[in-house]
């Protein structure tokens, strides 16, 4: 079975610009959790999306914003780039809402100049 | 709110040695601990997790961690370094969010260095 799946691997964007990061969860997983690495930190909590619905959001501006699709993929998008989102941005996928156990992807690598 | 830290930013082992990576968590209720590992470059592998079972967790490549309440602590220790486990290392509680969702927070990180 196919893990976490993340795209693009890499990418580089300008200031101002908007980006969007998708990834696909494990098969049968019905949760997608979003969390952002800054080099030499651990993971943030970004955003968790169960059944389509947004259910959990941690402390990151109105420019970030994520859904998720019926077949339980998502995107996160990134409006008006400021280089302080250059980070890994990871995804994980878990089976419920309230499931302790995650699954992160190989994560997506944002560069903003 | 829950959290966890990890009391050494850089340990460094040779290779044969034991391997004690500390962290120390703060939750006011029973928590669902984690450790995690990532290698440059790479995603986050789950290498063991504490759900309120047995103190002593015992993980893959043979790592294993013991859940001390007393202590509010959950150290991870391994026997034996072997070259491949230099990588980042970190600690992780589990909480539900508001929304009821099950957020992770994690700890600053521990770079495992292993030498010859």
């Known amino acids: 079975d196919a893990g976490v799946t993340q795209s693009p691997t890499h990418l580089i964007k300008t200031r101002g610009q908007h980006v969007t990061l998708r990834c696909s969860p494990i098969?049968?997983?019905?949760?997608v959790s979003w969390y952002q690495q800054v080099l030499g930190q651990g993971p943030q909590f970004i955003f968790q999306y169960y059944e389509k619905e947004e259910r959990g959001r941690g402390n990151f501006p109105d420019r970030f914003s994520a859904r998720q699709f019926p077949n339980y993929s998502s995107e996160l998008n990134v409006n008006a780039l400021l280089l302080g989102d250059s980070a890994l941005y990871l995804c994980a996928s878990s089976l419920w809402h309230t499931d302790t156990e995650a699954f992160f992807g190989q994560g997506t690598r944002l560069t903003v100049v | 709110a829950q959290s966890v830290t990890q009391l050494d930013s850089h340990v460094s082992v040779s290779e044969g040695t034991p391997v004690l990576l500390r962290c120390n968590y703060s939750?006011?209720?029973?928590?669902?601990l984690f450790w995690y590992v990532q290698h440059p470059n790479k995603g986050l592998q789950l290498l063991l997790k504490y759900t309120s079972a047995a103190t002593l967790v015992k993980g893959i490549n043979g790592f294993e961690a013991e859940f001390k309440k007393s202590e509010t602590s959950f150290h991870l220790t391994k026997p034996s370094a072997h070259m491949s486990d230099a990588a980042e290392y970190f600690c992780v509680v589990s909480s539900l969010s508001t929304g009821t969702a099950s957020k992770l927070t994690f700890g600053t990180g521990t770079r495992l260095q292993v030498t010859l």
């Open positions: 098969s049968g997983h019905k949760s």
């Open positions: 939750s006011s209720y029973s928590p669902s």
